[in-house]
């Protein structure tokens, strides 16, 4: 079972990284007002309790999100066929210094660190384009790494590593060293190695709009 503390923690910093609405606590869970044409609201649970059956069963405007930290599998049993699962994520936690790397940066790369509000922006750039970038904000003690992204181009060379690394530094200099993300499977892979661990399945369903 996923403690509502960690839920917590992450979903507001995904919030905060996002610029949206900060969660409140509803039907068990914590609902986001997110307003965007295509995500409208999402809620998250760590269990499909009652708060999350009620809304599988009454909710029929598209794209709202239903989140749970369950396996798919168990999700698809719960849901009428109205709904959609997505890709699956896994929420992942780090709780000691990541794995270390003797990477480094090449010259035709330049690193940026800044600071939008509360999020702090990792950006590996070159020239005027941005090749990686990452973000992290500090919810109840908790480093939320969000938003990890490397161009298709110039993947498998380090990158997205090198930005883990910089904003675990940057997480440490604020005396943070406990971590919490949402990875792809992917994302899963690369993670593990670092010393990441996975916490829990992140199911996701929607209901499209075009059904």
């Not at 992450?10 to 949206?20: F, L, P, Q, S």
């Not at 719960?78 to 010259?107: E, G, H, T």
């Not at 090749?131 to 990158?159: C, K, M, N, Q, S």
């Not at 916490?199 to 059904?211: E, L, M, N, R």
Request: glycine share 8%.
């Amino acid at each position: 079972m996923v403690a509502d503390h960690i839920l917590k923690a992450w979903i507001t910093g995904w919030a905060i990284t996002r610029g949206v609405s900060a969660p409140i606590a509803e039907y068990d869970g914590y609902g986001v007002d997110v307003g965007w044409p295509q995500q409208l609201q999402r809620y998250v649970f760590a269990a499909p309790g009652d708060g999350f059956k009620l809304l599988a069963n009454t909710v029929t405007e598209p794209w709202v999100f239903l989140k749970v930290c369950i396996a798919p599998e168990q999700v698809a049993t719960l849901l009428p066929s109205r709904w959609v699962i997505q890709q699956q994520r896994y929420m992942m936690v780090c709780n000691r210094p990541m794995a270390q790397s003797k990477f480094a940066l090449p010259d035709e790369y330049e690193l940026q660190v800044s600071h939008e509000d509360a999020v702090t922006v990792v950006r590996i750039t070159m020239g005027e384009e941005t090749i990686a970038i990452g973000r992290i904000v500090f919810v109840d003690g908790y480093a939320i790494y969000d938003r990890i992204e490397t161009h298709a181009a110039h993947r498998r060379r380090g990158l997205a590593s090198f930005i883990m690394h910089t904003l675990e530094r940057i997480a440490l200099d604020e005396g943070i060293t406990k971590g919490i993300l949402v990875a792809t499977e992917q994302g899963k892979l690369l993670y593990e190695k670092m010393g990441w661990e996975l916490y829990s399945f992140y199911t996701t369903a929607v209901i499209p709009g075009d059904k």
